[in-house]
């Protein structure tokens, strides 16, 4: 009997006290998702592309013409037989293929920074990272639906409709991974 009610009055006391999550007072029964512009929100990007396009073309063409003629008469019997052939044959083979595979894995905090009128957040969010000189911009915006954001705050970038994610770098390597001047310029010609 007396553990049925410390348990209980220990139950009750832990849904009194609030927990601690990094500064925040959080309660067992409350949920911490974004609910009005201005608040913070997670952007789990989990984005993978894979496209593929085969193409294959043949084509044959001949064509023969031939023209005889008999033994000339009157005054032109000096002219032996006339005959004319032409004979044309066209062959073209083509294959093409192309092929291409792209995986971006990020998080990035956004806020949210209005409501449509289907009462949809729009959220933006930007993560510069600068390592030696390198700088990695990560920028993510688009809308999403309150019913999308997980009970944790965090958002998958694929329930983000009109998405708009870059992910680019500037520096050194950047730099070293485009071509010069005249490779980009021949480039540009053929």
Do not use: C
Not at 164 to 187: D, F, N
Request: aromatic share 8%.
């Amino acid at each position: 009997m007396k553990r049925s009610i410390a348990l209980i009055l220990l139950l009750g006391l832990a849904t009194w006290l609030p927990a601690q999550d990094m500064g925040r007072s959080l309660s067992l029964f409350t949920d911490t998702r974004s609910d009005r512009v201005g608040k913070g929100i997670t952007v789990l990007i989990m984005e993978f592309s894979e496209a593929r396009n085969e193409a294959r073309t043949e084509s044959k063409k001949q064509n023969k013409n031939s023209v005889t003629g008999a033994k000339g008469t009157g005054a032109f019997s000096f002219f032996p037989e006339l005959g004319l052939e032409s004979s044309s044959q066209n062959d073209f083979k083509g294959d093409a293929r192309t092929s291409k595979r792209g995986t971006l894995k990020a998080k990035v905090a956004a806020r949210i920074v209005g409501k449509n009128e289907a009462g949809d957040f729009l959220i933006e969010g930007k993560r510069v990272l600068e390592i030696n000189n390198e700088k990695e911009i990560l920028i993510v915006s688009g809308a999403v639906r309150p019913e999308d954001i997980n009970p944790d705050n965090t958002v998958y970038s694929y329930n983000i409709y009109d998405a708009h994610i870059v992910y680019k770098g500037k520096g050194e390597v950047s730099r070293a991974q485009k071509g010069g001047m005249l490779t980009r310029v021949l480039q540009w010609l053929f």
